[in-house]
Every structure is written in structure tokens, then in C-alpha cells.
């Protein structure tokens, strides 16, 4: 299939939808169905001079007059945008001395800035931004003019507790409380991402129940995500997807070897678990990952950190974003980080895990002036070096040392671009997103003995190319009696991967051929349409009942040649291969929900799961190179509830998923590695969540998932039967623990406690990981824009192993991948 024209198709069919969408509604909206109009008094076209600001602090929060030159009444139009209270007053003008516009950083403790300009000729603009939330607003006769109180909490609660718990989230497509949606969702507030000291979708597992992260051989390009024990099965010479959806502003990342990009200026992330495959355009089995960053908007403000510390741990942020001209933003992002690593290769006095990360993104953003059409523009490239594809004897009394007479690299490049467009209209609301992703791993190579023998290297060079188009029309998300949601997804998807063996001086010694080359270059095509939908009906004020449905077709193909180069001739080593496949399937979704009260709701579902089937390149038959998809079904039963005046949060949730072919890593005679299917799994688990504010700059989060994981049917290759064996990869239990206090005169603590049960590498459960517990800290000092931390992530310099497999090269031998060990560091941060 030619890539460049099914692109440019991809491509035209967006622009030819919003053309047509552009006629079919009115060119301007009622201005008025996006905000809610507060008239102080009725008041006439005439223009009005704000002659001073000023802003004083209050019980509750704090007071904006406007001065007026003469006693006139204003009417205030406004709206709320995630932390930011937004006021337009139009026919007024802003008449400061010497100043175009008031800006007031910090003017009271929950209120981060208050900015007064001048946004159009007859029309001025008040900006609020809260810390954490947006404040209320209660207007105010003044007779010096038109008086504002942004109220963040009142008198009596003031001395004991901070305002609510209230977390705001799109995970269901829709603008919603976390507390009202009916399914597992856990929420990481951009602040949270701050404090925490996230930079990478690996550390988001450790607030998430039943999510786990394990980096496998060849660092960040194959690392196992896994959802209430479904995953992306990490093996490095196989087509197919992964259970679990990662999406960052819509876009989804749909190879299981992309996931880690930096992360940087997030405004928050949500983690849904359980199928999604009727809300989303990209099908997801296990959970999504939906990552949201900050968008450009009509100020200029910007931010930056600076991170120094061991073991040669160099890290830098910068972020600015504001308006270009009305209506026009611009955001530039940028992240660089090193590492020196933490595993020395002892042999060649090298550092075998030297990391270094530079990514940079952008994005141009629209909103027509009635605010009903929101069209971004983002590009973003990412470059990072995870050093050599290292593995250590599992049994070494020092993991974070290794002898091997060749070093190696990986190295990754990637560039996305997208192109998002939502229009708001008054019945229902469109989105269309248009997105490229490039992503390649070249070179990604090792040592393949793991010895100072010079027997083999190995290296696995991967590209792939990705073209996808989603699009969704929905209604109101206050629609009643029914709310729905239609979608159509289209990717298309080529992917090169190319395994090599070289076989070096001393191959001889185990009985291969000196000087040969085994390589495998294969090309893997797959197409994928899918129809989406799902609807509630409100039966009662406080009975929900949800349905939903996703198709799904797709069409794959590998093309394989097995070369073998010795003596500088070049043969087939084994017959090309040649296959080509197609594949539907139904996805139906049940749930209902009902709330016994607003601090009470309960909730259950019913879904279908899928995870693609796919190719490996290594076998020689098409029999044993052709792997089949997995399917399940998922039931959960849940509440969530809330105390305390929303204070404290509790969620609780039990599962259980039946799995049919159920995907991982196996062999083939005689030790051919390839991707196998076993025929059931049962997984069942609970999880509970907390969060809590027992006093004021107090917050607590918690959170613990058990799981029970085993194969109830599988007989592998060698006629080994693993019938109540757990899945590998998959931790017993996950816990987490959180405490941070921010003091009113600017000390910062925070210590986390993240508990990972056990765990097994392989469905044999012979090599294992033991429960480990791991301590993250930061303390510091804030004040104004400013702060800087001292912090130590694993603090305790725990060891353990994140991969670990049997060798076929030195049979016997069990070697694994090290986590990474303690740092220590100093980060200095400012916002402007």
C-alpha cells in the first residue's frame, strides 16, 4: 500500500469534513450559550473610563475595585477556564497612569495572580487565576465604581480546612466532576505532576492501583505497561498493539514501544481502567492513559525549572505561552535532561546507561471571538539515548555492575504533528483530530552474550509510521434525558523492524560460525476503520443507563526476508514470508449507575475487550510467525463517595476479566523467541482510592490494588501445562502512599511510600521479583513565583529487577534488567 497518498487522503477527508461542517452550521453562536451574564445594573453604550485598580485582601479571599470617573453602572459577562476566573466588561476602557494594563501577583494565598487589560477598544478583561481552582465571584456595589470579591473560602472554614476536593476531568468526552463518572479513574493534577516530580508516563504507575510499569531490555523503547493485567507484551520483533490506549491532547500513541516520551507543562492526567473502546477512537482493552498539557491562552506567562544532582543528574524546563493577536496564542516548550546512569560496565570503564533527553513542542491555537471554534496546530519532536540495551546475571551481588566487551546504544527519534479542531455549537459538538507520528529506534543494539567473549552482538533497529484520523460529535454534556456520543477512527500504520545477530572472534567456542550475520528485516502494514458510539439515559434524577458500541476492522500484512551474511556473500537463510490478514469484531459496553445521594454513587458495567493480533519476524514457518488477537469480557462493580464537605474522597472498585488468547512472550522449537497465544486467564482484583484535606495546605492520597492473575488454560510448545500459574509481569498488589503539607509562610514537604507486591518474569514463575517498597521525598521553600527543593527519588537505593529471562546462548545462565537506583538532587523552579 503506498503511505503517501492514504496520508494526503487522511488529510484531505479532515479538511473536507470541516468544510462541510463549516456550512452546515451558523458561522456565529449566541454568545450568551457559553457564558452566564451577571449584570450589576442595567447600563447604556456609553463608554466608560477605569481610571485605578485596586485589590485588597479580605476574610474570604480578595476585593477588585474599579475606579470609574463618574459613578456609572458596568454589566460583567464571564467564564471559568480550569484555575481562571475570567471577567470581560465591555464598553469600558482602561485610563491607568503610565500603564497599559494591572497586573497583581499573589495577592492572597489560594490566588496565584489578578491581571486587568484592555482586550478590545470598548471592552476590558479581569483575569483570576487560583493555585489550585478558579475562585467564586460575588459583585458588589462600591461607590467608587464597580467592586469584585473572588471568594476562595469563607470565614468558618478559613481556620480549619482549604477549600473542597474537586477534580475536573474529560477521561469520558465529556466535562465532568471525577466523583460523577461512572468508572476506575485516577486523576494527577498538574500541580500534583509538579510536586511529584513527573517527567515521564513510567512514573504516572505509582499513583494509579493495578498499574505497573517494567522497563525491559532496551530502557524507554520496550517497556511493559500493564492495566489490571493487561498490557503491551514487549517484545521487540513483533507487530501487533497494546491493551493499553496512551493519548497526550487527543492524540494516541499506538505502538507499544512509544510510550515514553518527556513529559513537561501538563496541566493533568487521567487514567481510566477498564475497556474504553467506545469512547475513544484508537481501541483500548486494558485502560487509557490521557495526558493533557497546558494550552496557550490570552495572557503571556511562562515558567521554568533547573534540576542538578547524582548520579550526573542534569535536568531543564522552559515553557511561555500567550496571545500572538486576538483570538491567536502561541505556546514553545522545551526539555533537556542527562544522566550519567547507574550500571558501569567495569570491562570498558563506560557507563552502560548514560541517558540524555531533548524534546521540544509548540502549538498555535484559534478560538473565533463568539468562543465557539477551538482549532490547534501542535508539532513536537523528541530525541533521547538510553545508552546500551543492558542486562546483568540476575544472581550478581552488584547489579549496577557489568562486564561485556561491547557496549552498544539506542537511540530514538520522533516527530508528531497534529491538528485539532472542536467546534461548540448549541445543540451538540463536533471534534476532528488529524495527527502524523513518526517514531524510530536507530540503532538500538547490545551485547548479545553478556560476557567479555566476543561471540555476539545484537542490535533491533525500529521505524514506524502512523497516520490517524478521529472524529466525534456529541451532545451538551447537560443534556437530559439522553446524552450520547458517535465517533469514527481511521489509522494507517507502516512499521520496518530489523533483528540482527552478529556472531564475532570467540563464537566458535559455543559452536557458532565466526564471522556471521543473521538478520530478519521485515515490513508490517496495518489499516484500522472503527465506528464508535455510546449513549446514557437519565430513567430517574438519579438512575443512569449507559450503552455502547464499537466496530472494528483491520487489515495487516508482513512482508519478511532471513538473510545470512558471512564472508561478504549475502543468501537466504529461509523462505520469505508473505501474509496478509483481516480481522472485525463487535465491542458492546452495558453499564449502570445510580446516585443515592450527592455524596454517593454507585455503579456497574459490562464490556468487551480486544487487543490486536499481529506477526513476529523471527520463525520460519507462517504457522508459528502468526499470532492470534485476544479478546475479553470485563465486570466491575464500584462506588464513590465523598465526606466531610468534599474534604475527603473514597473510591472502591471490584473486577473481574475473563481473557481468551491471552498474549506474551513464548518459544517455538527449538528456541525460536515469538509472540504466543494461551487459551484462558482469569484476572480478578479490588482497588481503593483516597484522598483527603484534614487541614489547611494538608493534603493525603492513598491508594491500594490486589490482583489475582492465572492461566486457567495454557499448554505451551513444549507441551509444559502453566493451568494456575500467575501471567508474568504482573504485581500481586500496588499501594501508594502520599503526605504533603504547604505552610503559609513557605516551607514545602512532600515523602511518598509506593509498595509493589510480587511479581513473575515468565509463565514458568521460576524467576521472580520479591515485594519491594521505594521512598521518594522533597522538601523546599516557596514564595512568590519562586521555589526551590532538595529531593531524592528511591531514596533508600533500592534493588530490584524490572526484566529477567533464562540465556540460549549460555543455557542456565538467568540474567535481568536492573531498575533505577537513588538520585539526589537540587531543582530550582520559577514561574514569570
Same mark, same amino acid.
Given at each position: 500500500?503506498?503511505?503517501?497518498?492514504?496520508?494526503?487522503?487522511?488529510?484531505?477527508?479532515?479538511?473536507?469534513?470541516?468544510?462541510?461542517?463549516?456550512?452546515?452550521?451558523?458561522?456565529?453562536?449566541?454568545?450568551?450559550?457559553?457564558?452566564?451574564?451577571?449584570?450589576?445594573?442595567?447600563?447604556?453604550?456609553?463608554?466608560?473610563?477605569?481610571?485605578?485598580?485596586?485589590?485588597?485582601?479580605?476574610?474570604?479571599?480578595?476585593?477588585?475595585?474599579?475606579?470609574?470617573?463618574? %459613578?456609572?453602572?458596568?454589566?460583567?459577562?464571564?467564564?471559568?477556564?480550569?484555575?481562571?476566573?475570567?471577567?470581560?466588561?465591555?464598553?469600558?476602557?482602561?485610563?491607568?497612569?503610565?500603564?497599559? !494594563?494591572?497586573?497583581?501577583?499573589?495577592?492572597?494565598?489560594?490566588?496565584?495572580?489578578?491581571?486587568?487589560?484592555?482586550?478590545?477598544?470598548?471592552?476590558?478583561?479581569?483575569?483570576?487565576?487560583?493555585?489550585?481552582?478558579?475562585?467564586?465571584?460575588?459583585?458588589?456595589?462600591?461607590?467608587?465604581?464597580?467592586?469584585?470579591?473572588?471568594?476562595?473560602?469563607?470565614?468558618?472554614?478559613?481556620?480549619?480546612?482549604?477549600?473542597?476536593? #474537586?477534580?475536573?476531568?474529560?477521561?469520558?468526552?465529556?466535562?465532568?466532576?471525577?466523583?460523577?463518572?461512572?468508572?476506575?479513574?485516577?486523576?494527577?493534577?498538574?500541580?500534583?505532576?509538579?510536586?511529584?516530580?513527573?517527567?515521564?508516563?513510567?512514573?504516572?504507575?505509582?499513583?494509579?492501583?493495578?498499574?505497573?510499569?517494567?522497563?525491559?531490555?532496551?530502557?524507554?523503547?520496550?517497556?511493559?505497561?500493564?492495566?489490571?493485567?493487561?498490557?503491551?507484551?514487549?517484545?521487540?520483533?513483533?507487530?501487533?498493539?497494546?491493551?493499553?490506549?496512551?493519548?497526550?491532547?487527543?492524540? %494516541?500513541?499506538?505502538?507499544?514501544?512509544?510510550? !515514553?516520551?518527556?513529559? +513537561?507543562?501538563? !496541566?493533568?492526567?487521567?487514567?481510566?481502567?477498564?475497556?474504553?473502546?467506545?469512547?475513544?477512537?484508537?481501541?483500548?482493552?486494558?485502560?487509557?492513559?490521557?495526558?493533557?498539557?497546558?494550552? %496557550?491562552?490570552?495572557?503571556?506567562?511562562?515558567?521554568?525549572?533547573?534540576?542538578?544532582?547524582?548520579?550526573? @543528574?542534569?535536568?531543564?524546563?522552559?515553557?511561555? &505561552?500567550?496571545?500572538?493577536?486576538?483570538?491567536?496564542?502561541?505556546?514553545?516548550?522545551?526539555?533537556?535532561?542527562?544522566?550519567?546512569?547507574?550500571?558501569?560496565?567495569?570491562?570498558?570503564?563506560?557507563?552502560?546507561?548514560?541517558?540524555?533527553?531533548?524534546?521540544?513542542?509548540?502549538?498555535?491555537?484559534?478560538?473565533?471571538?463568539?468562543?465557539? @471554534?477551538?482549532?490547534?496546530?501542535? *508539532?513536537?519532536?523528541?530525541?533521547?539515548?538510553?545508552?546500551?540495551?543492558?542486562?546483568?546475571?540476575?544472581?550478581?551481588?552488584?547489579?549496577?555492575?557489568?562486564?561485556?566487551?561491547?557496549?552498544?546504544?539506542?537511540?530514538?527519534?520522533?516527530?508528531?504533528?497534529?491538528?485539532?479542531?472542536?467546534?461548540?455549537?448549541?445543540?451538540?459538538?463536533?471534534?476532528?483530530?488529524?495527527?502524523?507520528?513518526?517514531?524510530?529506534?536507530?540503532?538500538?543494539?547490545? /551485547?548479545?552474550? +553478556?560476557?567479555?567473549?566476543?561471540?555476539?552482538?545484537? =542490535?533491533?533497529?525500529?521505524?514506524?509510521?502512523?497516520?490517524?484520523?478521529?472524529?466525534?460529535?456529541?451532545?451538551?454534556?447537560?443534556?437530559?434525558?439522553?446524552?450520547?456520543? $458517535?465517533?469514527?477512527?481511521?489509522?494507517?500504520?507502516?512499521?520496518?523492524?530489523?533483528?540482527?545477530?552478529?556472531?564475532? =572472534?570467540?563464537?566458535?567456542?559455543?559452536?557458532?560460525?565466526?564471522?556471521?550475520?543473521?538478520?530478519?528485516?521485515?515490513?508490517?502494514?496495518?489499516?484500522?476503520?472503527?465506528?464508535?458510539?455510546?449513549?446514557?439515559?437519565?430513567?430517574?434524577?438519579?438512575?443512569?443507563? *449507559?450503552?455502547?458500541?464499537?466496530?472494528?476492522?483491520?487489515?495487516?500484512?508482513?512482508?519478511?526476508?532471513?538473510?545470512?551474511?558471512?564472508?561478504?556473500?549475502?543468501?537466504?537463510?529461509?523462505?520469505?514470508?508473505?501474509?496478509?490478514?483481516? /480481522?472485525?469484531?463487535?465491542?458492546?459496553?452495558?453499564?449502570?449507575?445510580?446516585?443515592?445521594?450527592?455524596?454517593?454513587?454507585?455503579?456497574?458495567?459490562?464490556?468487551?475487550?480486544?487487543?490486536?493480533?499481529?506477526?513476529?519476524?523471527?520463525?520460519?514457518?507462517?504457522?508459528?510467525?502468526?499470532?492470534? &488477537? #485476544?479478546?475479553?469480557? =470485563?465486570?466491575?462493580?464500584?462506588?464513590?463517595?465523598?465526606?466531610?464537605?468534599?474534604?475527603?474522597?473514597?473510591?472502591?472498585?471490584?473486577?473481574?476479566? =475473563?481473557?481468551?488468547?491471552?498474549?506474551?512472550?513464548?518459544?517455538?522449537?527449538?528456541?525460536?523467541?515469538?509472540?504466543?497465544?494461551?487459551?484462558?486467564?482469569?484476572?480478578?482484583? $479490588?482497588?481503593? !482510592?483516597?484522598?483527603?484535606? %484534614?487541614?489547611?495546605?494538608?493534603?493525603?492520597?492513598?491508594?491500594?490494588?490486589?490482583?489475582?492473575?492465572?492461566?486457567?488454560?495454557?499448554?505451551?510448545? +513444549?507441551?509444559?501445562?502453566?493451568?494456575?500459574?500467575?501471567?508474568?509481569?504482573?504485581?500481586?498488589?500496588?499501594?501508594?502512599?502520599?503526605?504533603?503539607?504547604?505552610?503559609?509562610?513557605?516551607?514545602?514537604?512532600?515523602?511518598?511510600?509506593?509498595?509493589?507486591? &510480587?511479581?513473575?518474569?515468565?509463565?514458568?514463575?521460576?524467576?521472580?521479583?520479591?515485594?519491594?517498597?521505594?521512598?521518594?521525598?522533597?522538601?523546599?521553600?516557596? &514564595?512568590?513565583?519562586?521555589?526551590?527543593?532538595? +529531593?531524592?527519588?528511591?531514596?533508600?537505593?533500592?534493588?530490584?529487577?524490572?526484566?529477567?529471562? #533464562?540465556?540460549?546462548?549460555?543455557?542456565?545462565?538467568?540474567?535481568?534488567?536492573?531498575?533505577?537506583?537513588?538520585?539526589?538532587?537540587?531543582?530550582?523552579?520559577?514561574?514569570?
Amino acid at each position: 500500500m503506498n503511505t503517501i497518498p492514504k496520508s494526503l487522503c487522511i488529510a484531505g477527508l479532515g479538511t473536507i469534513i470541516l468544510a462541510l461542517l463549516a456550512i452546515a452550521v451558523p458561522a456565529y453562536a449566541d454568545i450568551t450559550a457559553d457564558h452566564e451574564q451577571v449584570t450589576a445594573q442595567v447600563v447604556e453604550s456609553e463608554i466608560i473610563s477605569i481610571t485605578n485598580v485596586k485589590v485588597n485582601s479580605t476574610d474570604t479571599g480578595i476585593e477588585v475595585i474599579l475606579e470609574t470617573s463618574q %459613578p456609572e453602572a458596568l454589566e460583567v459577562f464571564f467564564q471559568i477556564e480550569d484555575n481562571k476566573y475570567i471577567a470581560d466588561i465591555p464598553n469600558t476602557r482602561l485610563n491607568l497612569a503610565n500603564e497599559e !494594563e494591572f497586573q497583581q501577583n499573589n495577592p492572597a494565598e489560594e490566588i496565584d495572580s489578578v491581571t486587568i487589560r484592555q482586550t478590545e477598544p470598548n471592552t476590558i478583561q479581569v483575569i483570576v487565576i487560583g493555585k489550585t481552582q478558579p475562585p467564586q465571584l460575588e459583585i458588589v456595589s462600591s461607590n467608587q465604581g464597580l467592586g469584585l470579591n473572588f471568594i476562595t473560602t469563607t470565614p468558618e472554614s478559613a481556620a480549619i480546612t482549604e477549600p473542597e476536593i #474537586e477534580l475536573q476531568v474529560t477521561a469520558g468526552k465529556f466535562v465532568e466532576n471525577v466523583q460523577d463518572v461512572p468508572a476506575s479513574i485516577t486523576v494527577i493534577t498538574g500541580q500534583e505532576v509538579e510536586d511529584s516530580g513527573i517527567t515521564s508516563p513510567r512514573d504516572i504507575a505509582k499513583f494509579t492501583p493495578n498499574f505497573s510499569t517494567l522497563r525491559s531490555n532496551g530502557g524507554r523503547t520496550r517497556a511493559n505497561y500493564n492495566i489490571r493485567g493487561l498490557g503491551n507484551t514487549s517484545s521487540s520483533n513483533s507487530s501487533g498493539g497494546s491493551a493499553v490506549g496512551l493519548y497526550v491532547d487527543g492524540v %494516541p500513541y499506538s505502538d507499544w514501544f512509544s510510550y !515514553e516520551s518527556a513529559l +513537561f507543562d501538563v !496541566e493533568r492526567i487521567e487514567v481510566l481502567r477498564g475497556p474504553q473502546g467506545t469512547l475513544y477512537g484508537q481501541n483500548t482493552q486494558g485502560g487509557v492513559i490521557n495526558i493533557i498539557t497546558t494550552p %496557550p491562552d490570552n495572557f503571556w506567562q511562562g515558567q521554568g525549572s533547573v534540576s542538578y544532582g547524582s548520579p550526573g @543528574w542534569r535536568e531543564n524546563q522552559l515553557s511561555v &505561552r500567550g496571545p500572538l493577536e486576538d483570538n491567536l496564542f502561541l505556546s514553545l516548550s522545551g526539555y533537556y535532561s542527562e544522566l550519567d546512569g547507574f550500571v558501569n560496565n567495569t570491562f570498558l570503564d563506560r557507563s552502560a546507561d548514560y541517558r540524555q533527553n531533548s524534546s521540544y513542542r509548540g502549538q498555535l491555537r484559534w478560538v473565533s471571538p463568539e468562543k465557539d @471554534w477551538d482549532v490547534r496546530l501542535t *508539532t513536537n519532536y523528541e530525541e533521547y539515548n538510553d545508552g546500551s540495551l543492558i542486562t546483568v546475571p540476575f544472581n550478581s551481588p552488584n547489579p549496577n555492575e557489568i562486564q561485556t566487551d561491547f557496549l552498544g546504544e539506542s537511540v530514538v527519534y520522533t516527530n508528531n504533528q497534529s491538528l485539532a479542531i472542536s467546534y461548540k455549537g448549541e445543540n451538540f459538538d463536533f471534534t476532528s483530530i488529524t495527527a502524523r507520528r513518526q517514531w524510530a529506534n536507530n540503532p538500538g543494539s547490545g /551485547d548479545g552474550d +553478556f560476557t567479555i567473549l566476543d561471540i555476539a552482538t545484537a =542490535s533491533i533497529d525500529v521505524k514506524t509510521l502512523n497516520w490517524s484520523q478521529e472524529f466525534r460529535l456529541q451532545s451538551l454534556a447537560d443534556a437530559k434525558p439522553w446524552r450520547w456520543l $458517535i465517533g469514527a477512527y481511521l489509522e494507517d500504520k507502516d512499521t520496518e523492524i530489523n533483528v540482527t545477530s552478529s556472531f564475532g =572472534s570467540d563464537a566458535g567456542t559455543l559452536g557458532f560460525p565466526v564471522g556471521l550475520t543473521q538478520s530478519t528485516p521485515s515490513d508490517f502494514k496495518d489499516t484500522t476503520y472503527a465506528l464508535f458510539s455510546q449513549i446514557t439515559y437519565a430513567a430517574t434524577p438519579q438512575l443512569n443507563l *449507559t450503552a455502547g458500541l464499537r466496530f472494528e476492522n483491520r487489515n495487516y500484512s508482513i512482508n519478511r526476508r532471513s538473510i545470512t551474511e558471512i564472508g561478504g556473500f549475502s543468501i537466504p537463510s529461509a523462505s520469505d514470508i508473505n501474509l496478509a490478514d483481516s /480481522d472485525s469484531i463487535l465491542l458492546p459496553k452495558f453499564a449502570m449507575e445510580y446516585q443515592f445521594n450527592p455524596n454517593l454513587l454507585v455503579y456497574g458495567s459490562i464490556a468487551r475487550g480486544y487487543k490486536n493480533g499481529g506477526f513476529s519476524t523471527l520463525p520460519n514457518t507462517p504457522e508459528e510467525t502468526q499470532f492470534d &488477537r #485476544e479478546t475479553s469480557w =470485563s465486570y466491575e462493580l464500584g462506588a464513590k463517595s465523598s465526606w466531610l464537605n468534599n474534604n475527603l474522597l473514597a473510591n472502591f472498585s471490584l473486577f473481574f476479566t =475473563s481473557v481468551e488468547d491471552y498474549q506474551l512472550i513464548g518459544f517455538v522449537p527449538p528456541n525460536i523467541s515469538t509472540i504466543v497465544n494461551a487459551n484462558a486467564v482469569d484476572i480478578w482484583g $479490588i482497588e481503593l !482510592e483516597t484522598r483527603a484535606k %484534614p487541614a489547611k495546605g494538608l493534603d493525603l492520597i492513598a491508594s491500594f490494588g490486589y490482583i489475582n492473575a492465572e492461566f486457567s488454560d495454557f499448554t505451551d510448545a +513444549f507441551g509444559v501445562n502453566y493451568r494456575g500459574n500467575k501471567i508474568p509481569k504482573t504485581p500481586e498488589y500496588t499501594y501508594f502512599l502520599a503526605a504533603q503539607y504547604r505552610s503559609p509562610g513557605g516551607f514545602f514537604s512532600r515523602a511518598e511510600l509506593q509498595g509493589i507486591g &510480587r511479581y513473575f518474569f515468565e509463565e514458568n514463575n521460576q524467576l521472580q521479583q520479591e515485594p519491594l517498597v521505594l521512598v521518594n521525598a522533597r522538601i523546599g521553600y516557596e &514564595r512568590d513565583n519562586f521555589g526551590i527543593y532538595l +529531593f531524592s527519588n528511591n531514596l533508600f537505593d533500592k534493588n530490584y529487577f524490572t526484566e529477567a529471562f #533464562e540465556s540460549f546462548i549460555l543455557p542456565g545462565v538467568p540474567f535481568g534488567v536492573p531498575a533505577d537506583g537513588r538520585t539526589v538532587g537540587v531543582q530550582v523552579r520559577a514561574r514569570f
